[in-house]
C-alpha cells in the first residue's frame, strides 16, 4: 500500500481531503471507533452530509460552523444505523431543514432467520430511533449542487449498511477501513453477506477509500483484499480449532485471539460466532442444538 497523507485532524475543525471534500471528526475515540466518527461534508454550496455521528451537541455546532458562508446542507447522507454514526442526523435535519436519507431503520436487511433466534445475544451499539426520511434502494443516485453519489447496498456489518459511490471513490462507512477490521455481530451483522458486500466492493475498482473511522484508504483494492484475506484465514484457525473437538464461541476466541486487550475479547466472540454461523450456511460446521452464543460447535 503506498504512503498515506498525513492524518491528525483536531476533532470539531473541518479538514480538507480532496476538492469538494471535508472531514468532520466527532469527538467520541474508543477502542470500537479509533479517534471518533468521520462526518464528511461533500460538495460546496447547497452540500450533502455522509455520517452525521452521534448524538454530541458540541459535534452538531462543529458540523454547522464547518459550513462556508451561504452554504446549506441539502441532504443527510447515513451509511447504517449505529450509535456513533446515525443519532446527530434527526437534530441536524431539525436545524438545516435537509432530508435524512438511508437503506431502512435499525431492522431493515437483517437476515430474518437470525432475527428469529434466541439466545444470540448482539444488538450492540445499535441505534434503536433510526428512521429515514428517505429510503434508497441499491444503486440509487443521489446528486445535489455539483456532486453526485451512487447508493451501494453492503449489508454484512450492518443489514441496512451502505456505501455511498462518489466520483471513483467509496465512502465506506464501518464495512472497509483502514485501522481494523469490522466487528460482525448477528443478528444485526452477517459474515457471508460482509464477505459478498467486499467482493462486490472489489469490483467496483475505487481507488481512494473514505471510512467512518480513521484516514482515508489510498489502495482501495489493495486494502479491500487484505480483508477478504483476513476473514478467511479466521475462518481457517476456526476450522482447525474445531478439529480438536466442540468448543463454544467464547473457548474459540480464547484460543485464537492471543494478542488483543482483554476489553477487547466480547466483540472478537461476536466475530467468532458470525464466522461459526457462516460456517453452519456452508455445512461445515454445526451446533449442538440451536444456533446460540453458548452452543457447542462441532466440524460437521
Same mark, same amino acid.
Given at each position: ?17 480532496? +476538492?469538494?471534500?471535508?472531514?468532520? %471528526? ?5 477502542? #470500537? ?8 461534508? %461533500?460538495?460546496?454550496?447547497? @452540500? ?13 455546532? $462543529? ?11 441539502? =441532504? ?23 432530508? @435524512?436519507?438511508?437503506?431502512? &431503520?435499525? $431492522?431493515?436487511?437483517?437476515?430474518? &432467520? ?18 429515514? &426520511?428517505?429510503? %434508497? $434502494?441499491?444503486?440509487?443516485? @443521489? /446528486?445535489?449542487?455539483? *456532486? ?9 456489518? #450492518?443489514?441496512? =449498511? ?12 464501518? =464495512?472497509?477501513?483502514? *485501522?481494523? /477490521? ?12 460482509? #464477505? ?14 473514505? +471510512? ?39 473457548? %474459540? ?25 457462516? #460456517? ?11 444456533? $446460540? ?8
Amino acid at each position: 500500500m503506498t504512503q498515506p497523507p498525513p492524518f491528525d485532524p483536531v476533532p470539531g475543525q473541518p479538514l480538507t481531503l480532496a +476538492p469538494g471534500l471535508r472531514l468532520v %471528526l466527532a469527538p467520541n475515540p474508543s477502542a #470500537m471507533t479509533g479517534p471518533g466518527t468521520n462526518s464528511y461534508i %461533500l460538495g460546496q454550496g447547497r @452540500v450533502a452530509v455522509i455520517d452525521p455521528g452521534p448524538a454530541i451537541p458540541s459535534h452538531l455546532g $462543529a458540523l454547522l460552523r464547518a459550513l462556508g458562508p451561504g452554504e446549506t446542507v441539502s =441532504h443527510i447522507l447515513v451509511t447504517h444505523s449505529h450509535l456513533d454514526h446515525s443519532p446527530l442526523a434527526r437534530p441536524l435535519a431539525e436545524a438545516t431543514g435537509a432530508p @435524512v436519507l438511508a437503506f431502512g &431503520d435499525s $431492522a431493515a436487511g437483517r437476515r430474518a &432467520d437470525l432475527a428469529a433466534l434466541t439466545g444470540l445475544g448482539g444488538g450492540e451499539g445499535v441505534d434503536p430511533d433510526f428512521a429515514p &426520511d428517505i429510503r %434508497l $434502494a441499491d444503486g440509487d443516485p @443521489v /446528486s445535489g449542487d455539483g *456532486w453526485q453519489i451512487t447508493a451501494l447496498h453492503t449489508p454484512g456489518h #450492518m443489514g441496512n =449498511h451502505m456505501c455511498f459511490e462518489w466520483a471513483g471513490a467509496l465512502f465506506t462507512g464501518d =464495512h472497509v477501513m483502514g *485501522w481494523a /477490521s469490522s466487528m460482525v455481530s448477528p443478528p444485526d451483522g452477517d459474515l457471508g453477506a460482509f #464477505m459478498a458486500s467486499l467482493d462486490r466492493l472489489a469490483t467496483r475498482g475505487a481507488c481512494a477509500l473514505y +471510512p467512518g473511522h480513521g484516514a482515508p484508504v489510498p489502495d482501495g483494492p489493495e486494502r479491500i483484499a487484505a480483508l477478504i484475506a483476513h476473514r478467511q484465514a479466521r475462518a481457517a484457525q476456526i476450522r482447525a480449532a474445531l478439529a480438536s473437538g466442540p468448543a463454544t464461541a467464547a473457548t %474459540l476466541t480464547r484460543a485464537i485471539y492471543t494478542d488483543i486487550p482483554p476489553d477487547l475479547i466480547p466483540a472478537a466472540t461476536r466475530n467468532v460466532l458470525a464466522h461459526l454461523i457462516d #460456517m453452519a450456511d456452508q455445512t461445515i460446521a454445526t451446533p449442538d442444538g440451536s444456533i $446460540a452464543i453458548e452452543a457447542h460447535w462441532r466440524l460437521a
